[in-house]
T-cell receptor
């Protein structure tokens, strides 16, 4: 079974530039998440999709971050403009659903973003 | 809001030592509880889970029991190996909501 695919693996940009991350979840997984993991901390949820609809984006800084899930499969997360404090690993995760039987998260390898 | 607190690390043990990593949580309702592990150079993966009070999750010799009365989900292993060296994250998810809240992780190093 193919895992969650993310690209790019690393990205270095200057502050005020824009950047986009891509995620392809496991086939058949209805729920997709973007997490931000700052060095030394646990992952923090940015946005949750159920199929192609947003379930929770309460922690997404909407003045600079945006995300979409095309046709309920792939997803992109964009930052524009980037700030120094956005330096982190951006993790994509997917799950079959949200019930107790289906809520196990499968994570991608992440994109490590450095903002200079 | 929901929160997860893990014991601060790093933790360094000798091979075959007993491991405990403490985890306590704050949540409304009856969340599911998880331990995820991140081995060096790899992505996060589920280690074990428990979905209701008094459930015990187990995998690869690790165990954790869902204690509602103490709001805890401590991770234990009787005899650690060098290959257990990794970062361990405790997490919870709200009932039928899916989204997980993570602790800050505990780094375990096992020396031969």
């Amino acid at each position: 079974e193919a895992g969650v695919a993310q690209s790019p693996r690393y990205k270095i940009i200057e502050k005020r530039q824009s950047v986009a991350f891509w995620c392809n979840p496991i086939s058949g997984h209805a729920t997709l998440y973007w997490y931000q993991q700052i060095l030394g901390q646990g992952p923090k949820l940015l946005i949750q999709f159920q199929n192609n609809g947003v379930v929770d984006d309460s922690q997404l800084p909407k003045d600079r971050f945006s995300a979409e899930r095309l046709k309920g499969v792939d997803s992109t997360l964009k930052i524009q403009p980037a700030k120094l404090e956005d330096s982190a690993v951006y993790l994509c995760a997917s799950s079959l659903g949200t019930t107790a039987e289906n809520e196990k998260l499968f994570f991608g390898s992440g994109t490590q973003l450095s903002v200079l | 809001g929901n929160s997860v607190t893990q014991m601060e690390g790093p933790v360094t043990l000798s091979e075959e030592a007993f491991l405990t990593i403490n985890c306590t949580y704050t949540a409304t309702g009856y969340p599911s509880l998880f331990w995820y592990v991140q081995y060096p150079g790899e992505g996060l993966q589920l280690l074990l889970k428990a979905t209701k009070a008094d459930d015990k999750g187990s995998n690869k010799g690790f165990e954790a029991t869902y204690r509602k009365e103490t709001t805890s989900f401590h991770l234990e292993k009787g005899s650690v190996q060098v290959s257990d060296s990794a970062v361990y994250f405790c997490a919870l998810s709200e009932t039928n909501a899916g989204k997980s809240t993570f602790g800050d992780g505990t780094t375990l190093t096992v020396k031969p």
